[in-house]
Nanobody, 120 residues
Framework: QVQLIESGGGLVQTGGSLALSCTAS????????MAWFRQAPGKEREFVAA????????HYARSVEGRFTISRDNAKQAVNLQMNSLELEDTAVYYC?????????????WGQGTQVTVSS
């Protein structure tokens, strides 16, 4: 059974930093593209960042590029999201997802999400 569990969410002030982590089980982790999505109140879910199975390629949404860094540790079956220079607009529930590039990625598995709240 595949399971993705996010952790690290919380309350942080604007300009601050926060690190999220997602631990996966029940899948061959290194073969999956891992990604982070987020959903803010009243808005649709949006893509944040993704990283390929070996970590050779990363992609970021324009809204977070230069501020967020995605990384993975295949030995620990974990994907991380380091968030710096946080803004009010970053407030959202952040979701971890796993998918296969075929060649376009289809995200088959999702975590339950972790809340990130940015305050001034």
């Amino acid at each position: 059974q595949v399971q993705l569990i996010e952790s690290g969410g919380g309350l942080v002030q604007t300009g601050g930093s926060l690190a999220l982590s997602c631990t996966a089980s029940g899948l061959t982790f290194s073969t999956y593209v891992m990604a982070w999505f987020r959903q803010a109140p009243g808005k649709e879910r949006e893509f944040v960042a993704a990283i390929t199975g070996t970590g050779s390629r990363v992609h970021y949404a324009r809204s977070v590029e230069g501020r967020f860094t995605i990384s993975r540790d295949n030995a620990k079956q974990a994907v991380n999201l380091q968030m710096n220079s946080l803004e009010l607009e970053d407030t959202a529930v952040y979701y971890c997802a796993a998918g296969v590039a075929t060649p376009e990625v289809e995200y088959d598995y999702w975590g339950q999400g972790t809340q990130v709240t940015v305050s001034s």
